[in-house]
Nanobody, 116 residues
Framework: QVQLVESGGGLVQPGGSLRLSCVASGSFSFSTMGWYRQAPGNQRELVATISTGTNINYADSVKGRFNVSTDKLKKTVYLQMNNLKPEDTAVYYC???????????WGHGTQVTVSS
C-alpha cells in the first residue's frame, strides 16, 4: 500500500507564504501527484497537480500564487503557496495516482489557516 504524509501547514497572515510537502511511501511509481483542499461547507477541490510529461493543472483561484513541483525519485510533491488569502484557509490533502492501473491514494491532510 501507499502511505502519504503531509507536512508544512500552519497559521500565516494574509500575504504570507507556506510550503507544503508530501512524501509517498511504497513500491509504486505515480502518474499524477498533487494537492486538493477542502474548507468547511465546501466540496473538496483541486488545487494543483503534475501528471506524466510534467503536465501541470492549477485551479483558477491559485494561478500565479501557488507553484507545484515534484521529486519523482524521492516520491515527494511540494506546494509553494505565496500571497496567501483568507479564502485559502482549508485542509490540504496530498493525492497520488499509481502508474499503470490508476489506483489513487489520499493523505490525511494538513491544516492551512490564513488570518490576521
Amino acid at each position: 500500500q501507499v502511505q502519504l504524509v503531509e507536512s508544512g501547514g500552519g497559521l500565516v497572515q494574509p500575504g504570507g507564504s507556506l510550503r507544503l510537502s508530501c512524501v509517498a511511501s511504497g513500491s509504486f511509481s505515480f502518474s499524477t501527484m498533487g494537492w486538493y483542499r477542502q474548507a468547511p461547507g465546501n466540496q473538496r477541490e483541486l488545487v494543483a497537480t503534475i501528471s506524466t510529461g510534467t503536465n501541470i493543472n492549477y485551479a483558477d483561484s491559485v494561478k500565479g500564487r501557488f507553484n507545484v513541483s515534484t521529486d519523482k525519485l524521492k516520491k515527494t510533491v511540494y506546494l509553494q503557496m505565496n500571497n496567501l488569502k483568507p479564502e485559502d484557509t482549508a485542509v490540504y490533502y496530498c493525492h497520488v495516482k499509481v502508474m499503470g492501473w490508476g489506483t489513487t491514494y489520499w493523505g490525511h491532510g494538513t491544516q492551512v489557516t490564513v488570518s490576521s
